[in-house]
């Protein structure tokens, strides 16, 4: 049976997943075109000021039933929010007040305890960057911005082809 790939994108109203196969031989260069295509399942995100990290994670138990049936081995499992994302990708550092929930480790844990596979995070904007730039939207060896909006607004910059980011 093939492994299916769960990619989520947590914002401050919506949680928002789709679910791929890779077919063999599929060139990599090909995923983001294929995602793009793919229908987005979502729920509200029960994220806000006020929310806990249990009722972030009741958005994930609604969410996840609509991407994954009982039989499916999942692969990997990819998520793009708001926020600063330690360099390896396991945790948010840094989040607005009504995302604070995500710097709490229970809902990955939970992710991890669930589907057993390798869990990635990623700043929103630089996955709408990474995206891009593998549809072909950003080329060459510029300085560009990109700056996704949704409840909030992110803000990247990239330069030659590789993330500026000054403190690094």
């Not at 809902?107 to 630089?126: G, M, S, V």
């Not at 939207?137 to 990247?156: A, C, D, E, S, W």
Request: charged share 20%; with cysteine; aromatic share 8%.
């Amino acid at each position: 049976m093939d492994k299916i790939y769960i990619v989520l994108d947590i914002g401050g109203s919506w949680l928002k997943g789709v679910v791929f196969t890779i077919e063999k031989g599929m060139p990599f260069s090909e995923i983001s075109a294929l995602i793009k295509r793919l229908p987005c399942k979502k729920v509200k995100s029960r994220l806000g000021i006020d929310a806990s990290v249990e009722d972030f994670i009741e958005a994930l138990g609604e969410l996840m039933p609509l991407l994954v049936n009982a039989k499916d081995i999942v692969g990997g499992i990819g998520i793009s929010t708001a926020g600063v994302v330690d360099y390896a990708g396991k945790n948010v550092t840094v989040a607005a007040k009504h995302l604070q929930v995500l710097m709490d480790k229970v809902w990955i844990d939970y992710l991890q305890r669930r589907f057993n596979a390798p869990i990635t995070i990623i700043n929103d904007a630089d996955a709408a960057s990474i995206g891009a730039a593998a549809l072909g939207y950003l080329t060459g060896f510029n300085t560009i911005g990109v700056m996704p909006i949704g409840t909030g607004i992110g803000f990247t910059i990239w330069r030659n082809g590789r993330k500026w980011a000054p403190n690094y």
